[in-house]
């Protein structure tokens, strides 16, 4: 059995305008966690979902899948990085990047083409039924909603049936049926997930871990999603609450506010 599915050693990304957008990194996921990656904007969340994509190679240190190596050479080898794609799933932050050809239909099927036809249109319609898309299968994606484009993009995915789904801000634009179908049809499913978000209240739905990166680009905190919610110290550490002072009849009061999951804080 696998014990890891990825390991990090002290990974870092650096960009080749000199930004640093993750350092020193030790990480391990487990074959089936659920893990919710929080942190401030600009932390860093995007690239760990692209470097476990292997969208990003590491300019130090060492990522592994399945114990190997994960690297730009062994992604050239052209049956694994197939296999690679088929298992591994990565929905960007933004819908369009996801987004190019001419219809729903032919976006839905674009990675069903290995498949027997019939079974890749059997896919392609229900998926898009699943995602209230199957009005819209003729339309091109560039006349979709933002919602209507990120169930887009979720069904592309989910036609793949991978058994990793990264995902970066899945329920951006989300109406709220969706968003809790998402996070139903989620935690009925025995796949990895690691899920990046900035709604602290979905973060105990989402996952079990949470992974917060703190504003430096390293790991601020690494364990339980309630353990990370009920610390204030943490989540203001790393930019994820706010403190703000005002008067109460003259009297000065400083309150400390994250998600009502927290609840508030007073000194």
């Not at 730009?72 to 799933?89: H, I, N, P, S, Y």
């Not at 995602?131 to 995915?157: N, T």
């Not at 990793?164 to 935690?187: Q, S, Y």
Request: aromatic share 6%.
């Amino acid at each position: 059995m696998i014990e890891s599915l990825y390991s990090l050693e002290q990974v870092a990304v650096t960009y080749p305008d000199g930004r640093v957008a993750l350092e020193g990194l030790d990480l391990s996921i487990a074959p089936g966690e659920r893990v919710v990656l929080l942190g401030t904007n600009g932390c860093g969340k995007s690239t760990m979902l692209k470097l476990l994509d292997g969208l990003v190679a590491p300019s130090t240190g060492v990522l592994r899948f399945e114990g190997e190596v994960l690297d730009a050479g062994r992604l050239k080898r052209r049956e694994f990085a197939r296999e690679f794609r088929r298992r591994v799933g990565l929905m960007f932050q933004q819908p369009e990047a996801m987004l190019f050809n001419a219809s729903v239909a032919e976006e839905i099927g674009f990675g069903l083409r290995h498949l027997p036809a019939d079974e890749a249109e059997a896919r392609v319609r229900h998926w898009a039924e699943f995602l209230r898309l199957d009005g819209r299968l003729e339309v091109h994606p560039s006349q979709l909603s933002g919602g209507e484009k990120q169930r887009l993009c979720l069904a592309c995915l989910l036609a793949l049936e991978p058994e990793v789904l990264l995902l970066d801000e899945p329920t951006a634009n989300l109406d709220p049926r969706t968003v809790g179908w998402l996070i139903d049809w989620l935690g009925e499913r025995e796949i990895t997930t690691v899920v990046a978000t900035h709604h602290m209240a979905l973060a105990p739905e989402l996952g079990q871990r949470a992974v917060i990166l703190s504003e430096r680009h390293r790991i601020a905190f690494d364990g339980p999603v309630t353990a990370a919610l009920e610390d204030l110290e943490l989540l203001l550490a790393n930019n994820l609450a706010h403190r703000h002072r005002h008067q109460h009849g003259g009297v000065e009061h400083a309150h400390v506010h994250g998600h009502p999951v927290w609840g508030a804080a007073r000194d």
